[in-house]
């Protein structure tokens, strides 16, 4: 499906608050509320737009989050999917392009519990090398 500047903006505006009423987005992108609104059922019916969130405050307290960076030799990236389902903890896993082959992105309720998380890493097969990224504070943050 082809997006143009009308769907582009539509879409910015939901990312950025997908409270916002079919109106509200009319008068932002200067189109009619039904071709809005038409718009948008066809970016849903597309599968542009696959849903709407709520972004939670934390509730429990500081958590702390890492990137994980993982080379596999030989690559098995598949081969460790399983074992992602195990750690709801883990928030994004990407199959990425260059030396690393998966990066994860974890999230975890302390220090102690994002190590024990790596540890387990650790043991999965074909694990060449993994590297953790702590992340020390968010800047944006659009899911």
């Not at 500047?5 to 509200?24: G, M, N, P, T």
């Not at 702390?64 to 195990?86: G, N, R």
């Not at 990407?94 to 220090?111: T, Y």
Request: glycine share 2%; net charge neutral.
């Amino acid at each position: 499906m082809k997006l143009d500047a009308f769907d582009q903006k539509i879409i910015a505006l939901l990312v950025d608050d997908a409270r916002l009423s079919v109106s509200e987005i009319s008068r932002f992108v200067s189109l009619s509320r039904s071709a809005v609104a038409e718009r948008i059922k066809r970016l849903e019916d597309n599968r542009i737009i696959t849903g709407y969130h709520a972004n939670l405050a934390d509730v429990g307290g500081a958590k702390v989050s890492a990137f994980f960076a993982m080379t596999f030799s030989p690559l098995s990236c598949e081969q460790v999917l399983p074992y992602l389902a195990k750690y709801p903890e883990v928030k994004l896993a990407h199959s990425i392009s260059g030396d690393v082959d998966l990066m994860l992105f974890v999230e975890a309720d302390s220090m102690a519990r994002l190590n024990s998380i790596r540890e387990s890493f650790e043991q999965w097969p074909n694990l060449k090398k993994v590297v953790t990224h702590t992340s020390l504070i968010t800047r944006l943050d659009r899911r």
